[in-house]
């Protein structure tokens, strides 16, 4: 079995007997939608709708964008293609697109920044949103990825996922076992009944 791949049925295996959360959508979040944010999409998707076997049962939709309009419409960074295709992820594909408070904030559950200074234009965007809207009924949560099975700082915030686009290719590899650790983690949270 390769990363990413899960035997039939193992997802509806974890889900309590009895409950019946609703299926949620996710969005992944960083600055320009071309490393971090499709290396936690195309991870998330190859563990709900792996090639082999079923869909998660309470996923109903995955995307990411970035909060700038740096890149739009590009593919991914080589970098992060090849780190999921050392992983056993090759169907991955994307065109990076800017965050649309008026469109996602509706069709996402769980809108998931990548650092803090994601997180922070979010929760800045989400507040814009509220007060247009008057009230949040409807509106998806912002998160940091982190708080999934990331370790804990001082802040009392989890992990981030540090932006590897200047640096060496170790950190597409970083990033990587922090997206399949902060994804796992968010799952076993869902299936559990703890979010939705």
Do not use: W
Not at 11 to 25: E, L, N, Q, W, Y
Not at 106 to 125: A, C, S, V, W
């Amino acid at each position: 079995m390769t990363a990413g791949e899960t035997t039939a049925g193992s997802h509806a295996d974890r889900i309590p007997t009895g409950a019946s959360p609703k299926r949620v959508s996710v969005l992944f979040v960083c600055l320009g939608n071309i490393c971090r944010s499709t290396m936690a999409e195309g991870v998330f998707q190859s563990l709900t709708r792996p090639s082999k076997g079923q869909p998660h049962p309470l996923i109903r939709k995955v995307d990411s964008c970035g909060t700038g309009a740096y890149h739009l419409g590009n593919d991914p960074d080589p970098r992060t293609m090849a780190t999921l295709e050392e992983n056993g992820i090759t169907t991955y594909t994307h065109a990076a697109r800017k965050f649309s408070p008026s469109k996602d904030f509706d069709e996402f559950d769980y809108i998931l920044g990548m650092d803090d200074y994601n997180l922070e234009d979010l929760k800045r965007l989400r507040t814009r949103e509220v007060k247009k809207r008057g009230g949040e009924e409807g509106l998806g949560k912002v998160m940091l990825f982190g708080d999934f099975g990331g370790k804990k700082r001082r802040s009392g915030r989890g992990e981030e996922v540090q932006d590897p686009y200047y640096g060496a290719d170790d950190g597409f590899t970083i990033a990587h076992e922090q997206c399949v650790r902060f994804s796992k983690a968010f799952l076993e949270q869902l299936e559990a009944g703890e979010l939705s």
